[in-house]
C-alpha cells in the first residue's frame, strides 16, 4: 500500500507544485479540494500527512474555504501554507486580520527558534529568502502554538505546536523562489510524517500504461502531436500501451515556427516507428483568425478548429473514439482555478478552456497530473531522445499568440525569421539547454527608425527568455548585454519589418511566461 500525503486544496494557483515537491521526494501524494475532504478520504490507504494549501481567500469572509474538525482529531502531521496556516490559527483560536502591508514576491525572513521543520534548513538567528503572496497576517496566535520566524510586517511567518504535530508557514515553500524550501518540505514529509520514499517516476509510468489499457480497449486512438516534448511523451506513452490502435496527426495550422513542419517529420520518423500524418490546415486556420486581435478568442478559435481538422481526419479513417493530447496541470489550472462559486481565467489553453463544449471524442490526457519537468523524466523512463525531451516548450496556438494584435501571413514571416535568428544563436553561444523557454514576440506597434539614412517605420520584436522548473513560476534569463546586442544586430539587418528589439526582464509572476 502506497504512503499517501494528503494535499488539502483551498484554490491557490500553485497548490499542484506542493503535489509535485511531494513526488520528488519520492512519496505519493494526491491533491483533495477541501469540499471533497471527508472521512471516507481516508479508507484504505495509509495518510501519513496532512498539507494545507495556500489560497484567495481571507479566512474571515463569509464564505470562506473551511475544513472539517474531524481532521484534527486524526492524529496526523498537520502543514499549513499560507491561508492554511491562517486557518489553523483561526480554528485552534488565534486572530487573523486584514494587513495594511501585504506581501507579495521576495520577503527576508528571520528565523527565532529552532524546530524539528527546520532542522538543516534554516539557522536560529539568521534571516532568509522566502516567497510570499498574502494580505491577511495572524495577530494573536493560538494556545500552545509558538512563532519560530518573522518578517518585517509578520509576526508569525513560521508557526509550530509540537504537541499537535502541526506547522505552518506563511510563505509558499513549494515555490523555487523560496530559499530552501524543498528541504523544509522534505523534513516534515520524511522526518516529521515518517513516509519512506519509495513512489517513483517508473511507478507512474506502468500504472499509466495498464490505465490506458484498460480505458482504450480495443479502440483506436487519435493523438496530436505538435513535436513537443508534451505531445511526443503522450504519444510514445499511449504507444507503448496500445501499439498500432495509435495513429498520430500533425496539424500544420500556418502559426508553425520556420520549417517545424520538415523537423517533426524528420525527427519522428527517424525515432520512432509509429503511424504519423501531417495535415495541412494553414488556410483554415489563418482565415478564421483574420481580424481577430484578442488572444482569448484566439486560443478558443485555434482550440475549435484543431477539434474539426480531428474530426474530419477521423471520418476518413473511421472508428477513431478516442482523441490523446498532452495537456499538462498547468493548462488546466491557468484556463479554470475553481474555488467554491469562485472561477478564476488567466488563460484558456487551446486543448483545455479552448475545446468546444462538444466533441465527437472520448479524451484521453495521460499526463494531466503531471508538470514539464515531470514530463522530461517521464519521457527520459521511455527512453525517449534528448531532440525530443530537451525541447523548448511551444505552445499548441504556436505563433497566433506570439503575433499580438491581428494575424497576417506577412507577420508570420517576420516573427518566424526572427525567432529563427534568436534560437539559432542561443544554440551558438551554448545556452540553450540554460533556459526553459526562449521565444520572439511581435508587437502590435510600429515604431520610427534610421536605416540607411533614411527613415523607417517598422515592428518592434521582443526577446522573452525564461528560467523555470515548473511552469508556474519564472524569471528572466539574465543574458549579458554584449548577447542582446548581437540579438539586436542580427534581427535588424536580417529581418526586413522590424527596426526595433527589446527584452522582457518580466517574471512569472506578476506576468505569464507567453507575452498575452
Not at 492554511?84 to 495594511?100: A, E, P, T, W, Y
Not at 525515432?271 to 486556420?285: E, R, T
Not at 529581418?495 to 509572476?509: A, E, F, H
Request: net charge positive; glycine share 8%; charged share 25%.
Amino acid at each position: 500500500m502506497n504512503e499517501n500525503i494528503i494535499i488539502v486544496d483551498f484554490g491557490s494557483q500553485v497548490t499542484k507544485l506542493i503535489a509535485r515537491r511531494v513526488r520528488d521526494f519520492g512519496v505519493f501524494s494526491q491533491i483533495i479540494p477541501f469540499q471533497k475532504l471527508t472521512e471516507k478520504s481516508f479508507k484504505n490507504i495509509s495518510v501519513k500527512g496532512l498539507i494545507f494549501s495556500g489560497g484567495p481567500s481571507s479566512v474571515g469572509s463569509e464564505n470562506a474555504p473551511e475544513i472539517k474538525k474531524f481532521v484534527y482529531k486524526l492524529n496526523i502531521p498537520i502543514l499549513g501554507v499560507c491561508y492554511g496556516l491562517q486557518l489553523i490559527c483561526r480554528d485552534f483560536g488565534g486572530k487573523v486580520q486584514l494587513s495594511k502591508e501585504r506581501e507579495f514576491g521576495k520577503t527576508k525572513i528571520q528565523i527565532l527558534k529552532n524546530s524539528p521543520l527546520l532542522r538543516n534548513v534554516y539557522n536560529n538567528k539568521n534571516q532568509y529568502r522566502v516567497w510570499m503572496s498574502h494580505s491577511d497576517k495572524v495577530i494573536k496566535m493560538p494556545e500552545g502554538f509558538e512563532v519560530l520566524a518573522s518578517s518585517t510586517n509578520c509576526s508569525s511567518v513560521i508557526i509550530q505546536s509540537l504537541k499537535d504535530k502541526i506547522f505552518g508557514v506563511q510563505f509558499h515553500p513549494e515555490v523555487v523562489h523560496t530559499q530552501n524550501g524543498d528541504k523544509l518540505l522534505k523534513n516534515f514529509i520524511v522526518d516529521i510524517c515518517g513516509c519512506k520514499q519509495n513512489w517513483s517516476m517508473n511507478k507512474f509510468k506502468n500504472k499509466m500504461i495498464e490505465s490506458i489499457k484498460n480505458k482504450v480497449g480495443s479502440e483506436r486512438v487519435l493523438c496530436a502531436l505538435s513535436g513537443g516534448v508534451d505531445s511526443t511523451v503522450t504519444a510514445v506513452l499511449v504507444h507503448k500501451a496500445i501499439k498500432n490502435q495509435l495513429q498520430c496527426v500533425f496539424v500544420n495550422t500556418g502559426l508553425m515556427r520556420k520549417n517545424e513542419v520538415e523537423i517533426i517529420k524528420k525527427l519522428f520518423i527517424k525515432n520512432y516507428n509509429i503511424s504519423l500524418d501531417v495535415v495541412d490546415a494553414s488556410k483554415i486556420f489563418l482565415n478564421k483568425l483574420k481580424g481577430i486581435t484578442d488572444p482569448e478568442k484566439k486560443r478558443k478559435i485555434i482550440g475549435k478548429q484543431f477539434i474539426k481538422v480531428f474530426e474530419r481526419y477521423s471520418n476518413k479513417k473511421k472508428n477513431i473514439k478516442f482523441l490523446a493530447q498532452g495537456t499538462l496541470y498547468p493548462d488546466i489550472i491557468e484556463s479554470s482555478s475553481q474555488v467554491g462559486d469562485s472561477k478564476v481565467t488567466i488563460k484558456s489553453h487551446h486543448n483545455v478552456g479552448g475545446l468546444p463544449k462538444k466533441i465527437k471524442f472520448k479524451l484521453l490526457e495521460p499526463l494531466k497530473e503531471l508538470f514539464k519537468d515531470e514530463v522530461r523524466k517521464l519521457g527520459k523512463e521511455l527512453a525517449i531522445s534528448k531532440e525530443f525531451v530537451n525541447r523548448h516548450p511551444f505552445p499548441g496556438p504556436g505563433l497566433g499568440i506570439r503575433i499580438l494584435g491581428e494575424i497576417s501571413k506577412k507577420k508570420i514571416k517576420i516573427l518566424q525569421e526572427a525567432d529563427y535568428i534568436y534560437l539559432n544563436l542561443i544554440r551558438k553561444h551554448g545556452l540553450y539547454d540554460k533556459i526553459w523557454q526562449a521565444f520572439c514576440v511581435l508587437l502590435p506597434t510600429k515604431t520610427v527608425g534610421v536605416m540607411g539614412d533614411g527613415r523607417s517605420y517598422e515592428q518592434v520584436c521582443v526577446l522573452r527568455a525564461v528560467t523555470s522548473v515548473d511552469g508556474m513560476t519564472a524569471e528572466a534569463y539574465k543574458f549579458s548585454n554584449s548577447f542582446l546586442e548581437i540579438c539586436s544586430n542580427e534581427i535588424i539587418n536580417k529581418v526586413k519589418g522590424i527596426n526595433r528589439v527589446c527584452y522582457d526582464l518580466t517574471s512569472k509572476p506578476p506576468g505569464t511566461i507567453e507575452f498575452e
